[in-house]
């Protein structure tokens, strides 16, 4: 009764238009009634417990690199190499599309961001060029989510404070998938393009690559000393955001000179209203998680699942087809926030590495930034390139299926993503 009483507070509250942070609250204090120890003391307490982690100041300090980036031209810069390396080949704007999306991705880990400044350099160019634009868009989208897979990733951060799992083993471990990632999109772009009549960028010479490559050199040493820092134990996940923050801000202004002292206040109210909305979400959560172990859902939920505990890849088959739904319709933050609480216990029952879990559980989430009807970096997606909403879920279709296919083979392979593992550990 109790797993009732909590699924019919928390989706009742959304689907009357909720916000998912304050359903979330409402959750905790219909669990408490029905419990018998309402008290708003837990509330309160909860939700400052909740926001105050040392580790969660790695999220406005990624945030605000990533607008750093964008504003100060190292995103554009990344583009720009990117095309003079792979423009010439037939579909090479899809193929500079996924590889700034690598680059850039091990540079913030915010998938909107990532896209719409992938999309806004990229759309009219390959609007131009004559290719399909909603698939375009599809490719872009599909593109951007690989961000919080790939180190720094602040899905990696959240899941790791609401499940207590290692974050820089998290981030090490999402390198391979995150790479699976982009070269599933590339194959299934290699394919759809052949139909295509597409105009080709003339090839550029070694001389305009090296200058292209020379004008982006600031922005692609990032990734190499942010994750070089982290694997080397020179700084901790939070100090590494700070000191991407503080690079980008340093390029931007004194490199690159694009970043004027007028832009910051933009760049930074920015940062910080993505941020409070994110901490909010997590205090929030905080609530309901606490309350979840209290009640002691995860027990009752592993009793109706107890057939499969002695079977983890069917466990985590079915785990992942509910991500996958649950993801149709909340956001990246929320799905972490609401189901780690709830999962975690019956994973470590059935011996599968909380990690490698992890891994798979945030990939699985962020899928769902481009599945409909919510699916965030659809909208995103479909506001930068002025393509309606209908026409980039057509278009992002395929690249969707590709990114499945990936999930499902970490779950049948674990070795993919331990092996690599074992060795960045």
């Known amino acids: 009764m109790t797993i009732v009483v909590f699924l019919a507070s928390l989706l009742g509250s959304m689907a009357i238009g909720t916000p998912v942070a304050f359903a979330l609250i409402f959750c905790g204090i219909v669990l408490m009634t029905y419990m018998g120890i309402f008290n708003t003391q837990i509330v309160a307490q909860n939700m400052i417990m909740g926001a105050d982690t040392f580790t969660l100041l790695a999220i406005p300090f990624f945030l605000l690199a990533g607008e750093l ?42 998938a909107a ?21 909603p698939r375009a868009a599809g490719l872009m989208a599909s593109g951007g989510i690989i961000a919080p897979v790939i180190p720094p990733s602040i899905a990696f951060i959240i899941f790791g404070v609401a499940a207590n799992v290692s974050i820089i083993q998290l981030f090490m471990g999402g390198i ?46 990032m990734p190499l000393i942010v994750l070089g820092g982290i694997r080397f134990g020179v700084f901790t996940p939070t100090e590494a955001a700070v000191v991407a923050a503080v690079y980008a801000l340093f390029v931007g202004m004194v490199i690159y000179r694009e970043l004027k002292p007028r832009d910051l206040y933009g760049v930074l109210l920015r940062a910080a209203k993505t941020t ?51 993801g149709t319709a909340l956001d990246l933050a929320p799905t972490i926030l609401i189901l780690s609480p709830v999962l975690m216990p019956i994973i470590k029952q059935a011996g599968i ?30 506001g930068v390139s002025r393509v309606p909403l209908g026409q980039v879920i057509g278009g992002v279709a395929p690249f969707l299926l590709a990114q499945v296919a990936v999930l499902f083979l970490l779950v049948m392979f674990p070795e993919l993503v331990l092996v690599p593992l074992s060795w960045l550990r």
């Open 353 to 382: 590495d909380p990690v490698y879990f992890g891994i798979l559980f945030v990939m699985n989430t962020c899928i769902g930034l481009i599945t409909p009807p919510v699916g965030i970096v659809l909208n995103v997606v479909s």
């Open 113 to 133: 961001a990532d896209t719409a400044a992938l999309a806004a350099v990229l759309i009219p160019m390959m609007r131009d060029a004559g290719y399909n634009v």
């Open 176 to 221: 391979v998938p995150g790479l699976m990632m982009a070269i599933a999109l590339l194959i299934t772009w290699n394919i759809l393009v052949r139909r295509e009549k597409v105009a080709v960028l003339p090839r550029q010479p070694a001389a305009a690559r090296l200058r292209a490559t020379a004008r982006a050199g600031w922005a692609l040493v």
């Open 276 to 326: 409070s909305v994110v901490l909010f979400l997590v205090a929030s959560a905080l609530v309901s998680a606490w309350l979840i172990t209290s009640a002691n859902i995860p027990a009752e939920i592993g009793e109706l699942i107890q057939p499969l505990i002695d079977r983890p890849k069917l466990l985590l088959f079915v785990i992942m087809l509910l991500v996958l739904v649950v």
């Open 69 to 110: 980036m964008n504003t100060g031209g190292l995103s554009k810069r990344i583009i720009d190499f990117a095309v003079s390396c792979v423009g010439h080949i037939r579909g090479g704007l899809g193929i500079v599309a996924v590889i700034a999306a690598v680059i850039m991705a091990s540079l913030s880990g915010s």
